[in-house]
């Protein structure tokens, strides 16, 4: 086990609606990225954060925002969800900010409808 | 666009037997590179990480060898066990790219046969 947590396991919503995911980074740690997998394909990278600030940015619309707050844990959030938006979001843990050596957490499975 | 690619989708192999999985990568500007484990329904597990100044790392029961030559990155795997069995991800990071950003191959299925 990493020590990485993400809350909730697993999430269904609608089209259009709003989710907020969340993630505890492992102790020592201060930077948080953000991944999404679609199945069957490796994790693409959406963001990063590293003392509460975004450090790195991918291909992602503006709809995917996050947060990191001063214990150094992080939410994902998502506006206008599309059914594209389906799958498994995880979250990986590292320190210093330079994004080297990343500890991911068992994700969030999410659905849209 | 440059991606990191596998040229095995699918590995099967006899338990005991070593493994080898590899990775292609197309960016020369990667300086950094993982290999990721995971299992179903789980999150990647960190197995072992280079840099661009070695060519060669070793942990426990795993090598991984990186070829800046011919931009090529192998996952040794000594006396494979049913254990090991998973989709095996290998990912690049750009030197001077957005920070954190790891760009992922498709993954290799490990399946071992008992």
């Known amino acids: 086990e990493t020590g990485v947590t993400q809350s909730p396991t697993h999430l269904i919503k609608t089209r259009g609606q709003q989710v907020t995911l969340r993630c505890s980074s492992q102790s020592g740690h201060n930077t948080v990225s953000w991944y999404q997998q679609a199945l069957g394909q490796g994790p693409q990278f959406i963001f990063q954060?590293?003392?509460?600030?975004?450090?790195g940015r991918g291909n992602f619309p503006p709809r995917f925002s996050g947060l990191q707050f001063p214990n150094y844990s992080s939410e994902l959030n998502v506006n206008a969800l599309e059914l594209d938006d389906s799958a498994l979001y995880l979250c990986?843990?590292?320190?210093?900010?330079?994004?080297?050596?990343?500890?991911f957490g068992p994700g969030t499975r999410l659905t849209v409808t | 666009g440059e991606s990191v690619g596998l040229h095995l989708p699918t590995l099967s192999v006899q338990e005991g037997d070593n493994s080898i999985i590899n990775c292609a990568y197309s960016n020369s500007a990667s300086d950094y590179f993982i290999w990721y484990k995971q299992e179903s329904g789980k999150g990647p597990q960190f197995i072992i990480d280079i840099r661009s100044n070695m060519d060669k790392r070793q942990g426990q029961r795993v090598t991984v060898l990186l070829n800046k030559t011919v931009k090529h990155l192998s996952l040794q795997i000594a006396a494979t066990q049913p254990g090991d069995s998973a989709v095996y991800f290998c990912a690049e990071k750009l030197s001077g790219g957005s920070q954190g950003n790891l760009i992922f191959g498709k993954g290799t299925k490990l399946s071992v046969k008992p």
């Open positions: 954060y590293y003392r509460e600030e975004e450090n």
């Open positions: 990986a843990s590292s320190s210093g900010g330079t994004g080297d050596e990343q500890y």
